[in-house]
Structures are given as C-alpha cells and as structure tokens.
C-alpha cells in the first residue's frame, strides 16, 4: 500500500491564482481530512468528508472547497490564493471512528 | 465544545533524562486522546491512543501516557530520552461525534547530549 499521497509536495502562487492539491489513499478508508500547519499553532482542521459524497466543515474552511467522488480521492481546491493561506498542507484518513489516523507528508505553499 | 493545550511549546532534556510532556483537555463527552510525533518534513505519526480501556496507554518508541480523568489530563512520559526523539509532538482530542480530531499547539523536544 502506498498509504495517503499527496500532490504536489511544494508549490508557489501568486496572489489571486487558484489551484487544486490532491490527496489519494489506498486503504479503503472512509474518512479524510484537509489541515493547514502554520507554525506555533498546530494543525487546523479545513474539512473532513466521513465517506463519498460527504463533505463538511472543519475550524477554517473560509477560501477552501472540497469534493468527494470517490472514496480513494479527496482534492482541496484553493480559489483566489491569498497570503494568509502560505502553509503545509496535510491530508490524512482512516477508517472508522478512532482508528488511527494516517497523514501525508504535506504539500508547502506558498501565496505571494 | 472540545479543545486541547499543550504546556510548553518548546521542551529540552539531556540525553538519558526524563520526558515530560503536558497535555491538558476540554471535552463534552468522553474523550478519547491521542499522542502523535512529526520528524522534520514529514506528516505525523501515531504514537499512541486512549480509548477508554487501561488508564495507562504504552505506544511506540517507549513513551506512554496516562489519562487521569479528574485532571483531564493526557501527559507524554518517556522514561530515559533518546537523541532520535527529538521531534514536534502533538496531542489531539475527539471531536464531538467522534469524526474528527482537534489538535493542540504542539510541543518541540530538543534533546542535548
């Protein structure tokens, strides 16, 4: 299994651009998650999705979009790239509620 | 609503000493509580969970923690520290619903030879 992987590992935007970083897992699990690492503050979570089709707000959703098709893949979509959204992005899943939860190893983006 | 602190943002031990790292939690319901590690550049990983079984959890990498419920604490010890530990930790919380984990700030351990 290749676990959570996660596209691409670095990225710069410009002010204004939009983008798309993928997450994909191979375990069948059902949840995913989105967070933004920014430093001294921990990880924060954007949304979550407990199965296909099923997509909800995390603490800081706000400039973020999200999409479930199918249960391996879970994209985060960036509209309007702003500074505030420099960061390491982790996407993560498991299978059922209090599972261990398994993480990517991060997309860092800058937005200048 | 739930939520986590996590005493000292930067902790440093001697090689060979004790680690100790706080964790205090907020929560509606019963929580369950989890310890996870990140080396440089790289995601986080389990180190160990409580899921209302033994009060004493033992992970990986000699490290345990005990959730002492009156304290509403979930505390990370490891008895004699290794170079190889030193690393960001994270404790997390249970969201209510159980689908989701709310993390604390985290904790960076330097150890020193």
């Known amino acids: 299994n290749a676990g959570v992987t996660q596209t691409p590992k670095f990225r710069i935007l410009k002010i204004g651009q939009s983008m798309t970083l993928q997450c994909a897992q191979d375990m069948n699990h059902n949840y995913m998650y989105w967070y933004r690492q920014d430093p001294g503050m921990g990880l924060k979570l954007i949304y979550y999705?407990?199965?296909?089709?099923?997509?909800d707000k995390g603490e800081v959703p706000n400039g973020y979009n999200v999409s479930r098709s199918t249960t391996e893949d879970f994209p985060l979509r960036l509209e309007l790239a702003a500074p505030s959204q420099t960061s390491v992005y982790f996407c993560a899943s498991r299978y059922r509620t209090l599972d261990t939860q398994y993480f990517g190893p991060g997309t860092r983006l800058t937005v200048l | 609503a739930q939520s986590v602190t996590q005493l000292g943002s930067h902790v440093s031990v001697s090689e060979g000493a004790l680690v100790l790292l706080r964790c205090n939690y907020s929560s509606s319901v019963p929580p369950y509580l989890f310890w996870y590690v990140q080396y440089p550049n790289q995601g986080l990983q389990l180190l160990l969970k409580?899921?209302?079984?033994?009060?004493l959890v033992k992970g990986i990498n000699g490290f345990e923690a005990e959730f002492k419920k009156s304290e509403t604490s979930f505390h990370l010890t490891k008895p004699s520290a290794h170079m190889s530990d030193a690393a960001e930790y994270f404790c997390a919380v249970s969201g209510e619903g159980y689908n989701k984990l709310i993390f604390g700030a985290g904790t960076r351990l330097a150890v020193h030879p």
């Open positions: 999705s407990v199965g296909a089709g099923i997509t």
């Open positions: 409580y899921t209302s079984a033994a009060t």
